[in-house]
T-cell receptor, first 116, second 113 residues
Framework: NAGVTQTPKFRILKIGQSMTLQCTQD?????MYWYRQDPGMGLKLIYY???????DKGEVPNGYNVSRSTTEDFPLRLELAAPSQTSVYFC???????????????FGPGTRLTVL | KNQVEQSPQSLIILEGKNCTLQ??????????LRWYKQDTGRGPVSLTI?????NTKSNGRYTATLDADTKQSSLHITASQLSDSASYIC????????????FGTGTRLKVLA
C-alpha cells in the first residue's frame, strides 16, 4: 500500500492564481480530511468527507473547495490564492471517525504552498 | 471551547536522557486521546491511543498516561535517541461518531548527541 499520497510537494503561487492539491489513498478509507499547518500552530481542519459524494466544512474553509467523486481521491481547490493561504497542507484518511477508539488517521507527506 | 494545550513548546535534551511532555485539554465529552510524532517535513504518525478508562499506554520507549478527571495527559520518552527529535502532538477526540480530531500545537523536541 502506498498509503496517502499528495501532489505536488512544493508550489509557489502568485496572488490571485488558482490550483488544485491532489490527495489519493489506497486503503479504502471512508473518511478523508484536509488540514493546514501554520508555523507554531496546531493542524486546522479545512474540509472533510465521510464518503464519496459527501463533504463538509471544517474550521477554516474560506477560500477553499473540495470534491469527493471517488473513495480514493479528495482534491482541494484553492481559488484566488492569497498570502494568508501560505501554509503546509496535509491530507489524511481514516476508516472511521475520530470518536472511535480503533480509528487511526494516516497522513500524507504534505504540500508546502507559498503565495507571493 | 474545546482546546488542547501542550507544554513545553520546545525542549532540548541530551541523548540517553528521559523527558516528559504535557497535554491539558478541555474537550467534552471526551472519547479518546492520541499522541502523534511528526518528523520535520513529514505528516504526523500515531504513537498511542487512550480512552477514558485507560491510564497508561506504552509503545516501545514511549509511555503515555491519562488522567481523565483532571483532563491531563503526559508522554514520557525513555532513554532518548537522536531519532526522537521531532514534534509531538496531542490530539483529543469527542464522543463516538464525530469526525473531530482536536490538535494541540505540539512540543518540539531536539535530542543532542
Amino acid at each position: 500500500n502506498a498509503g496517502v499520497t499528495q501532489t505536488p510537494k512544493f508550489r509557489i503561487l502568485k496572488i490571485g492564481q488558482s490550483m488544485t492539491l491532489q490527495c489519493t489513498q489506497d486503503m479504502n478509507h471512508n473518511y478523508m480530511y484536509w488540514y493546514r499547518q501554520d508555523p507554531g500552530m496546531g493542524l486546522k481542519l479545512i474540509y472533510y468527507s465521510v464518503g464519496a459524494g459527501i463533504t463538509d466544512k471544517g474550521e477554516v474553509p474560506n477560500g477553499y473547495n473540495v470534491s469527493r467523486s471517488t473513495t480514493e481521491d479528495f482534491p482541494l481547490r484553492l481559488e484566488l490564492a492569497a498570502p494568508s493561504q501560505t501554509s503546509v497542507y496535509f491530507c489524511a484518511s481514516s476508516y472511521l471517525g475520530g470518536g472511535f477508539r480503533t480509528d487511526t488517521q494516516y497522513f500524507g507527506p504534505g504540500t508546502r504552498l507559498t503565495v507571493l | 471551547k474545546n482546546q488542547v494545550e501542550q507544554s513545553p513548546q520546545s525542549l532540548i535534551i541530551l541523548e540517553g536522557k528521559n523527558c516528559t511532555l504535557q497535554c491539558n485539554y478541555t474537550v467534552s465529552p471526551f472519547s479518546n486521546l492520541r499522541w502523534y510524532k511528526q518528523d520535520t517535513g513529514r505528516g504526523p504518525v500515531s504513537l498511542t491511543i487512550m480512552t477514558f478508562s485507560e491510564n497508561t499506554k506504552s509503545n516501545g520507549r514511549y509511555t503515555a498516561t491519562l488522567d481523565a478527571d483532571t483532563k491531563q495527559s503526559s508522554l514520557h520518552i525513555t532513554a532518548s535517541q537522536l531519532s526522537d527529535s521531532a514534534s509531538y502532538i496531542c490530539v483529543v477526540s469527542g464522543t463516538s461518531g464525530t469526525y473531530k480530531y482536536i490538535f494541540g500545537t505540539g512540543t518540539r523536541l531536539k535530542v543532542l548527541a
